[in-house]
């Protein structure tokens, strides 16, 4: 195959739309269930070893499935393992294996890059390449699962890029991960992180689906939302909390606010009284992610003041929790995620 051939197949490789292939191809049925037991339980890496099925199909799916690999991998002190992962187009996205308490979580990349660039995001800095596909982001949790000898028992969609940037693309692959044939992981263990992509939300929200919902946001108001995430410009904080209120009234599950905390610049007693009444009444916790080094310009606050805005917001009933990240000295905490040519400062 040339590489445009190559191209042409793997846009779309034939695991994001199996049940078609299967039927274009003239397949009895029950081939889909075997294939689908190679890929996500047997992990065969050859079609050509899918000993039950016809050598006809065998040579066919060759040119057709194909394995992402892993390039790289780190291990953090903390034992939070970073994997870089290499598609077809020889593309590269990062996968984080988190092991704490009794979970083991996997946070997968939708995008390789992403095209909200947020400012003080490692990953926003990039630019953006390609939106990856369902089974481009479900075969990374099967991909650390095997190179980290782990089971995962939970999945975000929270590494490079933005899940709802294609929130149809996004829901097939939390389908494909929620799927017992595939990697059987339970649709509340699985949460979806956007910057606040409102007909994303509005999606999930009317699917009838478990998947959790968390989003990012970073500041208290449209005007400091919009100097460090140009997303905020095309759906303001109303509109994006409408359709949260949409979310929790059809689902009745809270959302998880991500709120990056920036030094001398959302992390003061006024930037605290502002969140706690833009969420007043609404069915949510609040996550504080100390800024991770990324970007230049911004800094983590001191430890102080992260607890005088932590208290503030508790006082005024919030639900609140403060999340350090794991893999930091491995660039593998929140936003440090990045693959692009080179970077300057990190
Ligand atoms: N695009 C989605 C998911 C990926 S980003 C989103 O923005 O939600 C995952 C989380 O990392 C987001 O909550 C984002 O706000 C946070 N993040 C980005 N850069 C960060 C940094 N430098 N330090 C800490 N958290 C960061
Ligand atoms: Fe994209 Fe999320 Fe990073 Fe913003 S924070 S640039 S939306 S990955």
Known sequence: MNTEERKHKFMEPVPDNLSDYCHKEGLPSYREGQILEWIWKKKALDPLSMSNLPTSVREDLREKIYLPEIEKMNKSGDKTVKYKVKFWDKNEAETVLIKEGGRT????????????????????GMGFVRQLTPYEIAVQVLLAASAGKANPTNVVLMGMGEPFYDYKGAMAACDMINDKRMLGIGQRKITVSTAGVVPGILFLAKSA?????????????????????PVARKWTLSALMDAVKQYTDITNKKVTFEYVLIKGFNDGPSDARKLSELLDGVL??????????????????EP???LRFQEALKKEGVEVTTRFSKG???QAACGQLFTGKQKKMR
């Open 284 to 301: 949510c916790k609040v996550n504080l992610i100390p800024y991770n080094r990324a970007e230049k310009g911004f800094e983590r606050p």
């Open 209 to 229: 689906k478990q998947y959790k919902l968390a989003v990012s946001l970073n500041a208290s108001n449209d005007t400091d939302r919009k100097k460090i995430m």
């Open 304 to 306: 102080a003041i992260l």
């Open 105 to 124: 979580t996997v946070c997968v990349s939708t995008g390789i890059g992403c095209p909200y660039g947020c400012l003080f995001c490692a990953t926003g």
């Open 328 to 330: 930091e000295d491995i």
